[in-house]
């Protein structure tokens, strides 16, 4: 079946530290994978995206993400994470299809920030 | 329009009662999409509306749980006989073709008592 695994409920790091959010898929075939943010009362923001192409993927606020393979990850990176960054992140998936793309969702990863 | 709007941002129900859910998708977008989000679990697809072909209803949990669409403009989704298990997040995405980027709302909380 296919999946999307994300295996941290909930990080915490400092302002100005490094971040990476782990992100495993699991299809048939090469997906396409997306990361959003969802900040509290707000909807789904996409921060990326990865179709095909450059397995290094840049995105807004600073983020990328990184498709590998071998290893079937989509890790969500970002060098220096701000106060700002506090928000819940999930990993999307799909294989597209005719009629449309049917995103599946991992559960989400809680990213707190401390000052 | 600026983006995907949804109303209302909450709704409080009793069990039994039958609820209606409205989305605004971006102008011009030609395929919508409804998903749900339960506390603590990921998003979770449940019907597909692209131009006029026929929906894609899969992720429709039950039959209490029905979908329109007025061409490539509003949605409704109606939870008929709500039961305490349909309280969620409601999330409405759209996009400008099938196989693209989907741009989601602020969705609606839904609280059945």
């Known amino acids: 079946a296919q999946s999307v695994t994300q295996p941290d409920i909930h990080i915490t790091v400092s302002e100005g530290a490094s971040l990476e959010l782990r992100c495993n898929y699991s299809?048939?075939?090469?997906?396409?994978l997306f990361w959003y943010v969802q900040s509290p009362g707000q909807g789904l923001q996409l921060l990326l995206k990865?179709?095909?192409?450059?397995?290094l993927v840049q995105g807004i606020k600073g983020f990328e993400a990184e498709f590998k393979r071998s290893q079937s990850s989509f890790n969500l990176r970002k060098p220096s994470v701000h106060w700002s960054d506090a928000a819940e992140y999930f990993c999307?998936?799909?294989?597209?299809?005719?009629?449309?793309?049917?995103?599946?969702f991992g559960t989400g990863t809680q990213l707190k920030v401390e000052l | 329009g600026a983006g995907v709007s949804q109303s209302p941002s909450n709704k409080v129900t009793e069990k039994g009662k039958d609820v209606e859910l409205r989305c605004d998708p971006i102008?011009?977008?030609?395929?919508l999409y409804w998903y749900r989000q339960r506390l603590g679990q990921g998003l979770e697809f449940l019907i597909y509306?692209?131009?006029?072909?026929?929906?894609?209803k899969s992720g429709l949990p039950s039959d209490r749980f029905s979908a329109e669409r007025t061409g490539e403009s509003v949605s409704t989704l109606t939870i008929q006989r709500t039961q305490q298990e349909d309280s969620a997040v409601y999330l409405c995405?759209?996009?400008?073709?099938?196989?693209?980027?989907?741009?989601f709302g602020p969705g609606t909380r839904l609280t059945v008592l």
């Open positions: 509306f692209q131009g006029n072909s026929a929906p894609d």
């Open positions: 995405a759209s996009s400008p073709r099938p196989r693209d980027t989907q741009y």
């Open positions: 999307a998936g799909v294989i597209l299809t005719g009629g449309g793309n049917k995103l599946t």
């Open positions: 990865y179709f095909s192409g450059d397995t």
């Open positions: 102008s011009g977008h030609t395929a």
């Open positions: 299809y048939g075939a090469t997906p396409y």
